[in-house]
């Protein structure tokens, strides 16, 4: 009892150690975006819709007294908020961006305040696991946004890698978790998440990321260094 009491303990440090990493990839996109000093074909989406799954997971952390997922998403928020900024600095779409991300604003708020008037509290934590599924499942298929594009130009370059590649490990580890404590809302996104990620991960197998200038492959420029 005790070991597996140690294990599901590792294993929740591991997953939230891994999802700030996961958060902290988002700086390596940002910085190639100041470097070209454009942001390309690449959408802001993503950034927003962390934003907003993280601000959702925190409403659920206190309803479900789960204290690592508030802190998690906590960090979570405040690091897609300023990747969010980062973009509408460089990105000549600012009026599209804005209102993305206006449109996301009322939404986390509106989800709340509707969730908050909810008397009954089980039925209030069993509406915000609901909306949280959906909205992660949204936040780990919003790269999918450019899937056409990527397969018109047979180039990944658009696609943020780090993001990808640590959204499936943090999926892996969220799915063990939540299978462990029985936790249905933790288990069905994450399960999705694997699959999603692992669909936008072929691409880049399919369709390599050209360099900048043109000239062969550079997947270095867009690793994860831990």
């Known amino acids: 009892m005790h070991n597996a009491q140690g294990f599901i303990s590792l294993l929740e440090i591991t997953a939230v150690t891994t999802t700030i990493l996961q958060y902290l990839s988002g700086a390596l996109i940002c910085l190639k975006y100041v470097k070209k000093k454009s942001t390309g074909d690449s959408s802001g989406f993503p950034f927003i819709c962390g934003f907003l799954s993280c601000g959702y997971w925190i409403h659920y952390g206190f309803l479900s007294s789960e204290h690592s997922v508030v802190l998690v998403n906590i960090i979570g928020v405040c690091l897609f908020f300023i990747y969010t900024l980062i973009y509408y600095v460089i990105t000549v779409n600012k009026k599209s961006h804005v209102k993305q991300f206006l449109f996301i604003v009322m939404a986390l708020f509106g989800i709340i305040l509707y969730d908050n008037s909810l008397m009954d509290t089980q039925q209030s934590q ?56 029985s936790d249905t809302f933790i288990q069905l996104p994450n399960f999705l998440g694997c699959i999603l990620s692992m669909l936008q991960l072929c691409l880049f197998v399919c369709y390599p990321p050209k360099s900048f200038n043109g000239q062969g492959y550079k997947l270095v420029e867009q690793s994860v260094v831990f």
């Open 126 to 181: 069993k509406f915000m696991g609901i909306v949280c599924c959906i909205v992660t499942v949204c936040f780990f298929a919003a790269p999918l946004i450019n899937l056409l594009h990527v397969i018109r130009i047979k180039n990944s370059e658009s696609l943020p890698f780090p993001m990808i590649i640590m959204s499936f490990l943090v999926s892996i580890q969220w799915l063990i978790y939540g299978i462990i404590i």
